[in-house]
């Protein structure tokens, strides 16, 4: 398995700066492009799911996380306070503090319930130096993150349809799962509330669970403060597992917030927290990216995903009017010419690209290319707008497939 820190130099997607600190990685141009497709289609997954997208400020007080019971159970975690007009203000290490603060902003009805609100938010950890690695493990984490409030006979059914939607979002990204663990309390104080509040939640997820037909482990210790999770694993080039995807029980937080709706009989009640993240941290989502992928990132993904290739100078002129054509069609098109080497050195120099199209004189006389593809298959010569139609088909179709399985292609 590739290690994603030399892709990122080899990709130039991201890097570091000693001015800027450890653990503190920046965002390079075709990094940026990888990052913010990723980030839209988290989006537009949960948009589809019934989550409604929401801002929350990256600052806050401190009596809020000392509320959600965060600085009591993270607080060596967390970045200090800073003293601003007479207030403590801190780093975020969380957003589910105000996302519940968002809920109780005005009365809820039993109506309105699941009430989803996702964010893809920044938030901050205090890392230690000697645990920072790449993406892997950074300071300053873009997290994509959701709080489902609900009523307590929906929390089983939330539960299962966030693990679908992580499912769902594997598929796409061509992720692979290392194992389901599902994440209990052990032994000592730091868990919040009693112990059958404990025993329901992680019935809960047991049944969620099953139903979804996954199978899991239980780890004791290592459930988050306020809740048990499942905690989605995966590998990294080291072998070494972190957690990427979490769905979370919590009836804690909303009792701390003091959250409440109006059930069917004009009662109040109390809603439930479910804690999803379908792609965890995007820095670290994109990491497992590269060393699953290596360079080969699934053609959605990829920063160019059209190579455009004249054979010789006085293509360059059809071969710039194709490349206009597919960015018309919302692909991502380079052109290599003559300038940057022989056909042979472009196409080497393309390898990572998914599409390849080549253009000579025959193919701009009959307004077709040539296409070959990522890896070495060729398609052949095509019609100019079939093959913009069958590439932007693919992109898409977000998938890691490049080509439809009953379209023909050659090998190379």
Not at 202 to 225: K, N, P, Q, R, T
Not at 307 to 312: F, T
Not at 353 to 373: H, T
Request: glycine letters at 10%.
């Amino acid at each position: 398995m590739p290690d994603h820190r030399s892709l990122g130099r080899e990709l130039d997607l991201f890097g570091t700066d000693a001015l800027i600190g450890a653990g503190l990685p920046y965002w390079l141009p075709a990094g940026a492009i990888v990052r913010h497709t990723l980030e839209e289609y988290v989006r537009d997954l949960e948009r589809e799911a019934g989550y409604q997208h929401v801002y929350s400020p990256v600052l806050a007080k401190r009596q809020l996380y000392e509320q959600s019971g965060h600085w009591a159970h993270y607080r060596d975690d967390m970045y200090p306070p800073m003293d601003v007009g007479g207030e403590q203000l801190v780093l975020r290490p969380s957003l589910c503090p105000h996302h519940a603060l968002i809920y109780r902003h005005t009365a809820r009805s039993h109506r309105e319930l699941p009430l989803r609100i996702a964010e893809l938010g920044a938030m901050y950890r205090a890392e230690l130096s000697g645990v920072l690695g790449g993406l892997h493990r950074v300071r300053a984490i873009q997290l994509n993150d959701a709080h489902v409030f609900c009523a307590p006979e929906q929390v089983a059914a939330e539960a299962r349809a966030a693990l679908e939607l992580i499912g769902q979002a594997y598929r796409a990204l061509g992720l692979r799962p290392a194992r389901y663990r599902l994440s209990l309390p052990g032994p000592g104080g730091k868990y919040a509330g009693g112990p059958d509040v404990w025993r329901h939640s992680a019935a809960v997820l047991v049944e969620a669970l099953d139903d979804a037909g996954v199978g899991y482990e239980a780890a004791e210790g290592e459930a988050a403060f306020y809740g048990p999770k499942i905690d989605v694993q995966l590998s990294d080039a080291a072998g070494r597992e972190s957690t990427l995807s979490t769905v979370q029980v919590d009836f804690y937080q909303p009792e701390r917030f003091g959250l409440r709706y109006v059930g069917a009989d004009g009662a109040p009640y109390r809603p439930v927290m479910v804690h999803r993240s379908v792609l965890g941290s995007i820095e670290r989502a994109v990491a497992h990216l590269l060393e699953q992928h290596g360079a080969a990132l699934p053609p959605w993904l990829s920063p160019v995903q059209v190579a455009v290739l004249p054979v010789s100078d006085e293509h360059s002129g059809p071969a710039a009017a194709f490349g206009h054509r597919c960015a018309r069609s919302g692909l991502r098109v380079e052109q290599a010419g003559p300038e940057r080497g022989s056909l042979g050195a472009r196409i080497r120099a393309a390898r990572h690209v998914p599409y390849q199209v080549v253009l000579g004189g025959r193919e701009a006389a009959d307004g077709r290319v040539s296409l070959r593809l990522r890896d070495g298959r060729r398609v052949g010569a095509l019609p100019e707008a079939e093959a913009v139609s069958r590439m932007a088909a693919r992109i898409a179709a977000r998938d890691v497939a490049l080509w439809e399985p009953e379209q023909e292609v050659s090998v190379r």
